[in-house]
Nanobody
Framework: QVQLQESGPGLVKPSQTLSLTCTVS??????????WNWIRQPPGKGLEWIGS???????TYSPSLKGRTSISRDTTNNQISLQLSSVTPEDTAVYYC????????????WGQGTQVTVSS
């Protein structure tokens, strides 16, 4: 049973960098053909895919966020990290990590999500 847990500061100031960590248990982030994603949901809006890192370590980002996004991994601690720079209040959302590929409907494991508020 794969479990994911997001962690990080719940409050970030505008222009700063949002940093989150997803700790994975019950499965290795290097397992073949598995992909690890970051998704967010702003208040009153739908889910937005941020980007992913695959089992080989290759990253892919949403075109709208590519310039500000960096996803990395720590294979020793089985963790996936997200950094989103130059944040604004529009980046306020619940942030999730999840395992899956392509459509959200295909994702087989989600973290509980963590609220991140961008405010001065």
């Amino acid at each position: 049973q794969v479990q994911l847990q997001e962690s990080g500061p719940g409050l970030v100031k505008p222009s700063q960098t949002l940093s989150l960590t997803c700790t994975v248990s019950g499965g290795s982030i290097t397992t073949n053909n598995k992909y690890w994603n970051w998704i967010r949901q702003p208040p009153g809006k739908g889910l937005e895919w941020i980007g992913s890192i695959g089992y080989t370590g290759r990253t892919t980002y949403s075109p709208s966020l590519k310039g500000r996004t960096s996803i990395s991994r720590d294979t020793t601690n089985n963790q996936i990290s997200l950094q989103l720079s130059s944040v604004t209040p529009e980046d306020t959302a619940v942030y999730y990590c999840a395992r899956g590929h392509m459509d959200f409907a295909e994702y087989d494991s989600w973290g509980q999500g963590t609220q991140v508020t961008v405010s001065s």
